[in-house]
């Protein structure tokens, strides 16, 4: 989504257009996710856990997350002009 944050109906309704979407005979698909609030609300979690094997990042994981390494840059670049 652009110029919204996704919420978990939205979250939920994007994730069953991938179930439909995928190879026939592919049993539980792995999903890798961060912890957006989306991702970890109550009332997706029997739907993930029926469909997928969901596994969480780690909060704050640079090196399986590299937007976080931009995010660094941009609050050095930031804090610099501050100065």
Known sequence: MIGDSTNSTQFRTFM????????????RPILVLDNAGAHRAN?????LAENFEVTFMPAY?????SIENVWGLVKQIFRRRLE
């Open 16 to 27: 069953q257009q991938v179930l439909r979407n995928l190879k026939k005979g592919v049993s």
């Open 43 to 47: 009332a997706n979690k029997d739907f």
């Open 61 to 65: 994981s640079c090196r399986f997350n």
